[in-house]
């Protein structure tokens, strides 16, 4: 089945320009749910996939096209994983970046490890009740700063420290992040799966 045209279920501009950006040599023509005024999914599950499929089947249910959506966050070794699924939660509502981040050094005070990975997982879907959901995930490993670093990216970026450029993920450029991030492992993991639909 050949996809031309596909509602990315994100209002994250961020998120949405990073998934754009890998789409491209495709030539699918990429929509934002937020363009056809779909509202947010409820994300009441524990796993990144549960979350993820119900992000995709929500938003391809209300525009009748395939939905790609991912579901992501960043795991902390000391913290048994949290933030996880609930990363952009972190520090309640509203939401905030600099909120959730204050929040995670706060609780990782006095930790000498630091060890953390973001966690990625996609979802396409060809419509709504799609039998077959097409998935795909990515990890980029890293830790946690003590302060955040860098002026780019968005979310954890300043103070996810990738210990084998040395450069944080605020500190990369877009192509080299879409490269080796979560996001980027798991949408190229997507796009070979997209190539053999």
């Given at each position: ?104 050094l706060d609780a990782l005070k006095n930790q000498s490890n630091r060890k953390a990975h973001y966690h990625c ?20 490993f890293g830790e946690i700063l003590t302060a955040p670093r860098g002026d780019g990216g968005f979310g954890y ?41």
């Open positions: 089945m050949q996809i031309s045209k596909l509602v990315i279920a994100t209002g994250n501009a961020g998120k949405l320009k990073e998934i754009r950006l890998l789409l491209t040599p495709l030539q699918i023509e990429v929509l934002s749910q937020s363009d056809f005024n779909v509202p947010e999914a409820a994300e009441p599950h524990c796993t990144f996939v549960e979350n993820a499929l119900a992000k995709a089947r929500h938003a391809s249910q209300l525009t009748g096209l395939p939905a790609l959506a991912d579901d992501s966050g960043i795991c902390v070794d000391v913290l048994g994983g949290a933030p996880g699924v609930i990363s952009a939660h972190y520090a309640g509502e509203p939401r905030s970046d600099e909120r959730n981040n204050t929040h995670l997982v996609m979802v396409l879907v060809r419509h709504p009740n799609d039998p077959q959901p097409v998935i795909a995930e990515g990890s980029w970026d300043p103070l996810f420290l990738d210990t084998q450029i040395g450069k944080t993920g605020a500190e990369l450029a877009l192509e080299t992040k879409n490269r080796i991030s979560h996001r980027g492992l798991a949408l190229a993991a997507l796009i070979e799966k997209i190539k053999s639909l």
